[in-house]
Antibody, heavy 123, light 113 residues
């Protein structure tokens, strides 16, 4: 069974940076694109970013473009989300999720999710 | 960008009855070359990660009970939960994956009446 474990969340001040990690196991990581999805307190799910299986293409929601960078190290089966210039609006639980279709460029549904890591941006 | 709108925002249904959740996309998610609708449904219970229920608008994900069914095409979609069980209490989301961004609807909270 697919396992995804997020880490790196915490409490930071506005303007700070944070890097989230997602360690994957029990599937061929370099075959699948990966997503980051977040949920702010009391709000719904928001798709944040996608990385193609080879790391050669990335997509972002407009609200994080230029501030967040998704990346991956296929040799370590690990997905990252570098978050810069954080604002209070970025406070959320961040989930990494495995794409449902192998070797499929632009991303699809997410068929496996981690438990999430909480990021709190507060002064 | 595609905007997904769900209705209702919340609903309460009696055990054993049927729950119907609607999802409307601001533009068609039907890909004509393969005649597939790029629409998924998820169940999100408190304290747990979301769970995939439906892909391609009507295909149940592995292990999902046949009480859950998806229908619709183009811009209008429905998730139907038949014979509602207590464990179905959750927030349900639709998601379009017709090119990034892969927008979610705002969610529908399902409770037991």
């Amino acid at each position: 069974q697919v396992q995804l474990v997020e880490s790196g969340g915490g409490v930071v001040q506005p303007g700070a940076s944070l890097r989230l990690s997602c360690t994957a196991s029990r599937f061929t990581f370099n075959t699948y694109g990966m997503h980051w999805v977040r949920q702010a307190p009391g709000k719904g799910l928001e798709w944040v970013a996608f990385s193609r299986n080879d790391g050669g293409m990335e997509y972002y929601v407009d609200s994080v473009k230029g501030r967040f960078t998704i990346s991956r190290d296929n040799s370590k089966s690990t997905l990252y989300l570098q978050m810069n210039s954080l604002t209070t609006e970025d406070t959320a639980v961040y989930y990494c999720a495995k794409d449902g279709s192998p070797n499929d460029g632009d991303g699809n549904w997410s068929d496996s999710w981690g438990q999430g890591t909480l990021v709190t941006v507060s002064s | 960008d595609i905007v997904m709108t769900q209705s209702p925002g919340s609903l309460a249904v009696s055990l054993g009855e049927r729950a119907t959740i609607n999802c409307k996309s601001s533009q068609s998610v039907l890909h004509r070359p393969n005649n597939k609708d790029y629409l998924a449904w998820y169940q999100h219970k408190a304290g747990q990660p979301p769970k995939l229920l439906i892909l391609w608008a009507s295909t149940r994900a592995s292990g999902v009970p046949d009480r859950f069914s998806g229908s619709g095409s183009g811009t209008d979609f429905t998730l139907t939960i038949s014979n509602l069980q207590a464990e179905d209490v959750a927030v349900y989301y639709c998601q379009a994956y017709y090119g990034p961004p892969h927008s979610f609807g705002q969610g529908t909270k399902l409770e037991i009446k």
